[in-house]
């Protein structure tokens, strides 16, 4: 019995776990990419939040990322707002991308285009939901 | 001289009427309730931008470390991380019940004489009546996302009796894999202005093979200053029959032709 416990648990310690409304599993958490572009909407939406960036590519060419963020409730608590990202502004954006691949990640830090924090972050970051 | 003797006691009469002017029972009982107003936080489940990372694990989720699952419970797991290792779920609406006493959405309590409500930024609402009734009799009563609670408070103490609740992972997975039989014992206290404090104890012997005790603590929110609900008007999340991915946002351009 302890054997299995410790099977399953052992299991569960690499398991991130999931939030409303849906898991994190679906992005690559280990692999973090940094994005430098211009905001072309900022989606102040449930049950996510959303920043279509638009960024060059290796070729010159622009490409939009779809960045998923937390709800608006947890954005507010952070002192985001509807108005603090405008469509033109630069910056400069921390993601865990899809693994399924293609443009599109979840955000993990946001600055501008020169290094300001955008919000702020709650102390002590170390566990997942 | 009478006359002035008598409009002075009538005077002096008035005077006292308004000093004691008669007390409403209703004022009474609420005077005699905990104060417990504003926004709370679960202690360390405070999302990052990410809303995801946090300061410690959740307690009432399935991977939760210390839950004291049963032989069957755990026959369960392994049998539903053999198809599904990384425990991927269906998109959830709220967190229901118990997950929403120690999960993400900030909680606010509402307390009257008759009962107290808990309730977070998903919706998810408890009543918790406290006027001396009992659960309904077993034929009126049936599983429900949140249960049905009744409660009295011992001094400033609020302690919730909760029961029939639908096994909560049907309603979002991550939810510990409770029965419908679980009975769900809580106690709640003020023990400083931007604290409150207490245990949630879950019998649930179809799950458990002990009392499993998770201690519940709240930190009043500094980040908020109302509770604002909303509808999900924005559900991008797709899945292409391995993984969620991310739709494109609706009024975005076609990808230019290779």
């Known amino acids: 019995m302890h054997r299995i416990l410790f099977t399953v648990l052992a299991q569960f310690a690499v398991v991130t776990a999931a939030l409303a409304h849906h898991s994190p599993v679906m992005f690559d958490q280990s692999q973090p990419r940094t994005l430098t572009g211009t905001v072309r909407e900022f989606q102040w939406t449930n049950p996510h939040s959303y920043i279509q960036l638009v960024v060059k590519n290796d070729q010159g060419q622009d490409e939009e990322w779809n960045v998923e963020m937390a709800a608006p409730t947890y954005l507010y608590n952070l002192g985001w707002r509807p108005g603090t990202l405008k469509s033109g502004d630069e910056v400069i954006l921390t993601i865990a991308p899809l693994k399924k691949g293609g443009n599109g990640g979840l955000l993990l830090k946001a600055t501008t285009a020169d290094g300001k924090p955008i919000g702020r972050t709650p102390a002590a970051q170390g566990a997942t939901l | 001289m009478m006359r002035g003797a008598a409009f002075s006691a009538a005077l002096a009469l008035c005077a006292c009427t308004q000093q004691a002017p008669p007390t409403d029972p ?64 269906k998109p959830a609406a709220g967190w229901g019940y118990p997950l929403m006493m120690d999960g993400a959405p900030p909680l606010q309590f509402v307390i009257t004489p008759e009962e107290t409500l808990i309730f977070n930024t998903y919706r998810d609402l408890r009543h918790i009546y406290t006027d001396g009734r009992e659960h309904p009799a077993e034929g009126d009563l049936w599983p429900t996302t949140w249960g049905d609670s009744v409660g009295h408070w011992d001094g400033d103490t609020l302690v919730i009796d909760t029961v029939a609740v639908r096994e909560p992972n049907k309603y979002f997975g991550i939810s510990a894999w409770l029965s419908d039989q679980a009975h769900y014992t809580e106690r709640l206290r003020m023990v400083a202005p931007d604290r409150i404090e207490g245990e949630m104890t879950v019998v649930d012997p179809a799950t458990l093979s002990r009392d499993w005790v998770v201690k519940l ?7 908020f200053d109302r509770l604002i609900h909303d509808a999900y008007d924005n559900d991008r999340t797709g899945f292409d029959g391995d993984f969620y991915t991310i739709k494109p946002a609706t009024d975005a351009e076609p990808p230019a032709a290779p």
């Open chain 2, 217 to 223: 603590n709240y930190k009043r929110a500094d980040g």
């Open chain 2, 26 to 89: 209703r004022v009474e009982q609420f005077a005699r309730l905990p104060n417990w107003s504003g926004i709370w936080l679960a202690d360390g489940l405070e999302p990052g931008v990410d809303g995801f990372s946090v300061s410690r694990p959740p307690a009432l989720v399935v991977q939760a470390p210390g839950i004291p699952w049963n032989e069957s419970a755990m026959a369960r797991l392994q049998a539903e991380l053999a198809t599904n290792p990384e425990l991927q779920v």
